[in-house]
């Protein structure tokens, strides 16, 4: 698998509100359509791989989400 990680500065998310974040119409945003990260989960679930978030140490959060390493393999 390889791991991929975003990491942002901002606000954080509250603990509430995390539970729900990969869920349709959730949105941090007054004017979010809450769709994007639901999009996101379904795509990287859909090629095997998960998405999630954490609190970031120094402030806002992380996302992480992994996908399977493609195959190397050449066809002759």
Same mark, same amino acid.
Not at 54 to 74: D, H, K, Y
């Given at each position: 698998?390889?791991? #991929?990680?975003?990491?942002?500065?901002? +606000? @954080?998310?509250?603990?509430?509100?995390?539970? &729900?974040?990969?869920? +349709?119409? #959730?949105?941090?945003? +007054?004017? $979010?359509? @809450?769709? $994007?990260?639901?999009?996101? !989960?379904?795509?990287?679930?859909? &090629?095997? $791989?998960?998405?999630?978030?954490? /609190?970031? +140490?120094?402030? $806002?959060?992380?996302? !992480?989400?992994?996908? /399977?390493?493609?195959?190397?393999?050449?066809?002759?």
């Amino acid at each position: 698998m390889i791991e #991929v990680g975003i990491t942002d500065t901002g +606000p @954080g998310i509250s603990s509430e509100l995390a539970m &729900h974040l990969f869920e +349709p119409f #959730v949105s941090t945003k +007054p004017d $979010g359509m @809450g769709l $994007g990260l639901s999009i996101c !989960r379904s795509i990287i679930e859909a &090629h095997d $791989g998960e998405i999630w978030s954490v /609190p970031n +140490p120094a402030g $806002g959060t992380i996302f !992480r989400f992994t996908l /399977p390493q493609a195959s190397m393999a050449v066809e002759s």
